[in-house]
């Protein structure tokens, strides 16, 4: 029987959105909890963690390459039976003990989760056509489905390796779990995945003589300057400044557990909004809206109220800054022609990382030579700046442009 539309968007969701981020969620809090207990004392504690950053690079970076050859619905496929035999292989290694040869295929399972990811995400576009929903709207719907699994996979993998009774046993068990859900994902692909019949090879959903839009143009080169800010600048936030400001301060760990918490749920409330009212129409409010929100979240952390006003803060900015997740990912897939997409988005994971690592080292030296508290007035003075620079061309970077192409 035929799914309708609206069935085949819920079913993509329902079957490879949540349950490929519930994965993803899982072996974020898994592999870097675990690659660095076990480098601790030893040179490679740098090292490690930096090659789980390097294997998702690597895997985003090869998307364009392997679906200009391949085809991208054949790339996606190909990409998430990769992850799930590599989580499977990791697992058995992991079971008998070989622990170095479990993380290098676990390396091999991170490039070829993201060169699913993009590759899917370039097709996103073509599946919102099918579905019959606007693209923002569609996307608000994907992250919000996938903050869920994101958060569900990580409460997971943190239950498991914070088993002191039996760790060993039940980090297997979660891997396990893993893999069958990750072979499941890739089965669900196969069958929910749309093909493009008009063309037998190249991208999908791209027609061979169809009009290209240089993928050049100044519209790209604002957007990328925007994510890369952003990035440069909330990027060490979660992982850097928020932490240390929260200690330096003489708070409870428990705080920092209830800010992610919290934020998380505010992510996934400012989304539902979203979906509801997001259209072209309301891109550029929507967009000064999310970095409105960027900028208050800093400026509490720097702020520091005490912590029932900080949790709540930090919900409601979460809330506000929600919008940019889809919005920004729609206005990038919107300002090239279909065969371009993967190769942007490729682009864009690498601006996103890079800018992020950058930030990191700049606002980790920065708390090191003068606090986190001043750390973060120049971040909040830094974000103000940014969003004053960033009012005249939101226009030009969410302005509704689609290709001539039918297919895009």
């Excluded at 985003?60 to 390459?65: E, K, N, Q, S």
């Excluded at 997001?278 to 999310?290: A, M, N, P, S």
């Excluded at 929600?322 to 897939?333: F, T």
Aim: aromatic share 6%.
């Amino acid at each position: 029987m035929m799914l309708t539309a609206p069935h085949r968007a819920l079913a993509l969701r329902a079957f490879v959105v949540l349950p490929g981020a519930l994965v993803e969620g899982a072996l974020a809090v898994a592999l870097p909890w675990l690659v660095t207990r076990a480098s601790l004392g030893t040179p490679w504690l740098g090292v490690l963690p930096a090659l789980l950053v390097a294997a998702a690079l690597v895997g985003a970076l090869a998307a364009p390459f392997a679906a200009k050859y391949f085809g991208s619905r054949r790339v996606v496929l190909g990409g998430a039976l990769l992850a799930a035999t590599g989580l499977g292989i990791a697992t058995t290694l992991l079971l008998l003990g070989f622990t170095a040869a479990a993380f290098g295929v676990a390396l091999t399972v991170i490039a070829a989760d993201g060169l699913a990811d993009v590759t899917f995400n370039a097709r996103t576009p073509f599946m919102a056509r099918l579905s019959r929903v606007p693209l923002q709207q569609f996307t608000s719907a994907n992250w919000l489905w996938s903050v869920g699994g994101v958060a569900l996979g990580g409460a997971m993998a943190g239950v498991a390796i914070s088993d002191e009774m039996r760790p060993t046993s039940a980090i297997t068990w979660l891997a396990a779990s893993m893999a069958v859900l990750a072979f499941l994902v890739a089965l669900a692909l196969t069958v929910l995945m749309p093909r493009d019949s008009r063309i037998s090879h190249g991208v999908a959903g791209e027609r061979p003589n169809a009009p290209k839009r240089d993928p050049r143009n100044p519209r790209i080169l604002l957007l990328f300057a925007l994510i890369a800010g952003l990035s440069f600048l909330y990027g060490p936030v979660d992982n850097l400044l928020a932490p240390a400001r929260l200690a330096s301060n003489g708070r409870d760990a428990s705080t920092f557990g209830a800010l992610v918490a919290v934020g998380a749920m505010g992510l996934a409330m400012g989304l539902m909004l979203t979906h509801a009212v997001c259209t072209d129409r309301y891109g550029k409010t929507l967009l000064l809206v999310g970095l409105a929100g960027i900028v208050a979240q800093i400026a509490l952390l720097w702020w520091l109220p005490r912590d029932p006003a900080l949790v709540l803060g930090s919900f409601v900015t979460a809330a506000v800054a929600a919008p940019l997740l889809p919005l920004l990912q729609s206005s990038a897939l919107k300002a090239v022609a279909s065969i371009h997409r993967t190769a942007m988005l490729a682009a864009a994971v690498t601006t996103v990382s890079l800018a992020d690592l950058v930030g990191t080292a700049v606002f980790g030296a920065l708390a090191g030579a003068v606090g986190t508290g001043c750390a973060l007035g120049v971040a909040t003075v830094l974000a103000v700046l940014g969003f004053a620079v960033a009012l005249p061309i939101t226009s030009k970077v969410v302005s509704p442009q689609t290709t001539s192409n039918p297919s895009s």
